[in-house]
């Protein structure tokens, strides 16, 4: 239901799956940086169900991450928040993602938006060709990671350095110390406000 784009051109959507666990400023500037380049009409973000490469203990509930997800990107008119990921039973694997998308969206020309490091092991995939069909693959700088490309359809493209990861906004929460900046506003309220990455039996009511 999104409006049509000007002129005969498909919708460009981007999608930029993740665990956001929290979003964090790294995620909303990459997808901020090729929606510019790339010329998208709108960059759609799909948090993780169950992620299959991460202990589902360490992950935070799916609605709490899909929340934070919202907060952050609801002052974006082109930013939105699909559920498909964490509406389907079981582990998320990107073809998934995208064959709903496909589904739900089909008038729309798909970019797939990723770090490096998560390109990395997409390359891998056995299913690789059919990822293809679905979507182009734009792949992200990421301080740390290597950034190559090994196939004629991924773009890679350079993103302001930003040395921002999830699991150090947990760290340092968990620590006591501030994610201000880090994370939008509302997320880090949010995060204090349902005391999510605390460890347990801490104190840290005053780390915010
Ligand atoms: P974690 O530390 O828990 O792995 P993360 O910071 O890597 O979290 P994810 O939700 O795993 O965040 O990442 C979602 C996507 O965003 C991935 O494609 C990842 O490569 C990319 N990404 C994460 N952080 C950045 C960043 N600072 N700059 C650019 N891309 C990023
Ligand atoms: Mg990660």
């Known amino acids: 239901n999104a409006p049509a784009r000007k002129g005969s051109s498909r919708w460009r959507l981007g999608v930029m799956g993740g665990t956001f666990d929290p979003i964090h400023h790294g995620h909303l500037v990459a997808a901020s940086e090729v929606a510019a380049a790339f010329n998208l009409d709108e960059v759609v973000f799909v948090p993780t169900g169950q992620p299959w490469q991460k202990n589902a203990k360490e ?47 089909p008038d729309a020309e798909l970019f797939f938006i990723t770090g490096a490091d998560a390109m990395a092991q997409i390359l891998s995939w056995k299913n690789v060709d059919e990822l293809w069909s679905l979507a182009h693959f734009v792949g992200v700088t990421r301080p740390g990671h290597e950034l190559t490309s090994r196939g004629k359809d ?55």
């Open 59 to 105: 992950v935070s509930p799916a609605e709490h991450r899909y929340l934070m997800t919202v907060v952050a990107t609801a002052s974006n008119p082109s930013f939105t928040v699909s559920r498909v990921d964490i509406d389907r039973p079981g582990p998320t694997y990107t073809i998934d993602t995208l064959r709903d998308l496909r589904a739900t969206r």
């Open 154 to 208: 991924v773009s890679l493209m350079e993103v302001p350095a930003m040395a921002i990861s999830s699991t150090d906004c947990r760290r340092r929460v968990s620590a006591g110390e501030p994610v201000w900046y880090l994370v939008p506003d509302g997320v880090v309220q949010y995060i204090a406000k349902h005391g999510l990455y605390r460890k347990e039996g801490s104190i840290s009511e005053d780390s915010f």
